[in-house]
Structure formats: structure tokens, C-alpha cells
């Protein structure tokens, strides 16, 4: 794709400490179609600091983006890049609920570390480019380097999903019902038990952890969803689970080309919570419709709470927390699944169900009835 565009031109001195020059630490690419234009850029309080071979960047810039296109924006996800080989050198920013109207300009942060060697003569300097526009009615532009494509669409889905909950409540039950209701959401965003996750591959379990063992998945069938889980297994050391083997069914009438299994984890207190949400199939790999098929991945999940403390894992619950078709479209579970599933105090919360509560907590109940009305 061709690269045109606003510059911060060029270079980052590799050895400086300190505040980053505006005029010469960050390029901005955007390509000559692009959706997106350069409004104004700030560097703000970002920073560079020598740390043995590297150079560490905190970077917690400023940009204002305008929609340049005929179409309502909903989503736009930037890729932000130091050196592209090096462990920590690249990163994204991804802004779902967006409702940008052509010709308006929006706000968009960048508040990352990054790391890239010292190399006397490099002259790569910092990057952000695009990898994708999600717009209202679901199309999409951009190289979809990082998947952001099927992302976006997903968080828009259930931004459609979360809307028209709330807005079904203001109209049956008045202001009053939508006031009860966003109360409870913000209760349970609250309470919500969390857990830090560490994914990577293979295995990362320490010799001084639990001995291994295999453990079985049980499984929250969502009546909805176009895959059915069979039976599952993975081993299990301590905080970790390893190796997921999962048993699947595609019970819809369309090929499925990718899904993911949310992952509830119990502790030893009894205790349940959300870990996460893990792509459970293979890139290219169609599950035809009818069709059983098992999954497998070299994958290890750590989980430990805010402080580092283990979460001695003893036992798991998965379900098939989206997926998506040959065709591209994208199934999401319904809000009434989740809520007869008792999912909806473990799982995480839209991204657009946390703006509306947030819009409530800070202008009030008249402002989040007029947001709704705007849909």
C-alpha cells in the first residue's frame, strides 16, 4: 500500500534521554485513500531513556483524526511501531463506540512503552500507520495486519447488542427503568472479580510449582451459539493451564471459519472469574456445518490476582464467547444468554456498555436518554 502523509519527519536521537522533539521523533503514515486525516498531533510528556542495549519509549501522545469519508465511523485501530523484530517493539491502540459523523474530527490517545535497540545509525524513528476503519454499516478499510477487522466488527456488535437492551428499557419502563438498570451495571462492573492473565506459548510453568495433571473443561452450552463444545481437557500445574483439547460441533447451517472459548477459572476458596477469551481455531481451518472437529494449541494461560498472587487453579468453565463465519459475518452470544448463562457478573463488560454507564456517572440520567434516542 502506498504511504503518503502528515510527518513528524524523521529521527530520534538513540541515545537521548529525555523529552522527545515534536518535530523529529514520530511518523504518522497515512495512505493517500486513507478514510482518516491528520487534524494535529502532541508529544505531550512522552520521554526516551537509554537502558542498557535498548531504548525505552513512553510514549503518551495527543492525535485529533478527522473522518475524510462519506460514512459514519465506529471503530479505528492504529499500529504503533518502534522495531518491528524487537521483543516489546510494536503495539496497537484500538478505539471501538466511536460515532464520528463525516467531517468531524475526534480525539485519539496513545499511551504505550516501547522498546527498540541502540543501533548507531538507525534512523527509524517511531511509527503509527493504520491498520483499519470500521464503519457503521460493517464495512471496513485497511490492511487488517493485526485482525482488527474481525475485532472491531465484534465490539460494534455488541455496542448494537448493549444499545438496544437499554434503549428496550427506556421505552417499556421509562427513564426510571433505564436509571435502575445502568445502576446495576456500573454494581457489577464494580464487583466484578478480576484476574491477571498471562498468555503465551508452549509452557511457562517453574519446576517448584504443583505437578501437572489433566483436567476436564465443563462447559456452558449458550443456546444460540452456532459451535457446541463437546469435551474438553488441559493440563493443569499450579496457576497454569496448558494445552487446551477441545471437542466441537458446528451446529449451525454455515461454515465457521473461526471462533473463540471464554475461559472462567475456580480457585481453591471457591471463588469464580473471567481469565479470558482464546482463539480456539486455527487460521484457515473451516468447520463445516454438521461437522465435529477438536481443537488443540500450544498455549499456556498464567492467571494471579493485582499483587502477583497465584491463582491456584481448581477448576476451569469454558464457552464459545464469539464466532465468526466463511462469510465474515460474526455471531455474538445474545444479552439474554449471558444473563441466563450467570455471565454476566464474571464476563467483562462492552466497551460501549462501560461508555453509557460512564456517560451516566458523569452528565446524568438526561444525557444517557438522550444518547440512546440518538440511535
Known amino acids: 500500500m502506498a504511504t503518503a502523509a502528515a510527518l513528524l519527519p524523521a529521527l530520534l536521537a538513540l541515545a537521548q534521554d529525555g523529552a522527545l522533539d515534536p518535530r523529529s521523533s514520530v511518523q504518522i503514515n497515512l495512505p493517500p485513500d486513507s478514510p482518516l486525516t491528520l487534524v494535529s498531533a502532541d508529544l505531550g510528556q512522552s520521554r526516551a531513556a537509554a537502558r542498557g542495549g535498548a531504548q525505552v519509549l513512553d510514549l503518551h501522545m495527543g492525535l485529533s483524526l478527522k473522518n475524510a469519508s462519506p460514512n459514519r465511523i465506529r471503530g479505528v485501530t ?11 517493539g510494536k503495539a496497537s491502540v484500538a478505539v471501538p463506540s466511536l460515532d464520528v459523523a463525516p467531517g468531524a474530527a475526534f480525539p485519539v490517545r496513545i499511551d504505550l512503552r516501547l ?20 464503519f457503521q454499516d460493517l464495512s471496513f478499510y485497511g490492511p487488517n495486519r493485526l485482525d482488527s477487522r474481525r475485532a472491531m466488527r465484534v465490539w460494534e456488535m455488541e455496542a448494537q447488542r448493549d444499545r438496544r437492551y437499554f434503549k428496550s428499557l427506556l421505552e417499556a419502563r421509562g427513564p426510571q427503568g433505564l436509571q ?5 451495571s456500573i454494581a457489577r462492573q464494580g464487583s466484578r472479580p478480576r484476574v491477571d492473565v498471562r498468555v503465551a506459548r508452549g509452557r511457562v510453568t517453574s519446576a517448584a510449582e504443583a505437578a501437572e495433571h489433566e483436567a476436564r473443561f465443563a462447559f456452558l452450552d449458550l443456546p444460540d451459539s452456532p459451535i457446541h463444545p463437546i469435551e474438553g481437557v488441559a493440563r493443569i500445574s499450579g496457576s497454569e493451564a496448558r494445552a ?3 471437542q466441537v460441533r458446528n451446529r449451525s447451517d454455515k461454515p465457521v471459519r473461526y471462533f473463540e472459548i471464554g475461559w472462567i477459572v475456580r480457585d481453591g476458596k471457591g471463588g469464580e472469574f473471567w481469565a479470558a477469551s482464546v482463539p480456539a481455531s486455527e487460521p484457515n481451518h473451516v468447520l463445516v456445518p454438521g461437522r465435529t472437529g477438536q481443537v488443540m494449541q500450544d498455549t499456556s494461560l498464567r492467571f494471579s490476582r493485582g499483587a502477583g498472587e497465584a491463582v491456584i487453579i481448581q477448576g476451569m468453565t469454558g464457552y464459545v464467547s464469539q464466532a465468526e463465519f466463511e462469510d465474515g459475518r460474526i455471531w455474538i452470544p445474545a444479552r439474554a444468554s449471558l444473563e441466563q448463562a450467570r455471565l454476566l457478573g464474571l464476563v467483562a463488560p462492552s466497551p460501549e456498555e462501560q461508555r453509557l454507564a460512564g ?12 444518547e440512546l434516542r440518538r440511535f
Not at 435502575?180 to 446495576?184: F, N, Q, S
Open 180 to 184: 435502575k438498570a445502568v445502576l446495576e
Open 244 to 246: 487446551p483439547r477441545i
Open 115 to 134: 522498546l527498540r535497540p541502540l543501533q548507531p545509525g538507525s534512523a527509524a524513528p517511531v511509527q503509527v500507520s493504520l491498520d483499519g476503519v470500521l
Open 78 to 88: 492504529l499500529l504503533v511501531l518502534a522495531q518491528e523484530f524487537t521483543p516489546g
Open 359 to 370: 456517560l451516566y456517572l458523569k452528565k446524568g440520567l438526561e444525557a444517557l436518554v438522550e
